[in-house]
């Protein structure tokens, strides 16, 4: 039997992002990993995600079903992209001012361009949320 111990782990990166939502919103990709002396230079994949709250995927998921005029039985989880379901860009557009008016946020171009699924959809509104100062 084969064990490994360690006190130290290393990961060697090609290039981070300079914002830490950019690293939040996106797979890394590492080149190599090190244990103590065991290296390894298998491609090798990390991907850090913050969660929104069930409640809000859900009424993500809500909207997304309304918009997209999709049946009661159409599967939606947090991973479903909008073009997996039918979204064109208009949609897209039409999904994010629906967002827009029922959580009572403001979404950037740029990010909106972002969005690709549900879950996406729900960490940057939790995100707009929790930057909107308490009326």
Same mark, same amino acid.
Request: hydrophobic share 40%.
């Given at each position: ?57 859900? %009424?993500?998921?809500?909207? @997304?079903? &309304?918009?997209? +005029?999709?049946?009661?039985? !159409?599967?939606?989880? =947090? ?22 008016? %029922?959580?009572?946020?403001? @979404?950037? &171009?740029?990010? +909106?361009?972002?969005?690709? !699924?549900?879950?996406? =959809? ?14």
């Amino acid at each position: 039997m084969a064990s490994l111990s360690t006190s130290s782990l290393s990961f060697k990166a090609p290039s981070l992002p300079t914002r830490i939502s950019q690293v939040l919103r996106k797979p890394l990709s590492f080149q190599s990993i090190s244990f103590g002396r065991f290296q390894s230079s298998k491609k090798l994949r990390l991907q850090i995600s913050c969660a929104a709250k069930p409640e809000t995927v859900q %009424k993500v998921s809500d909207i @997304v079903r &309304e918009q997209l +005029a999709l049946s009661a039985d !159409t599967a939606l989880t =947090a991973e479903s992209k909008f073009s997996a379901l039918g979204a064109d860009s208009l949609d897209t557009v039409e999904i994010v001012m629906a967002l827009e008016e %029922k959580f009572n946020i403001s @979404v950037e &171009e740029a990010d +909106a361009q972002n969005i690709s !699924t549900i879950q996406e =959809a729900a960490d940057l509104i939790e995100d707009l949320v929790q930057k909107t100062p308490a009326a």
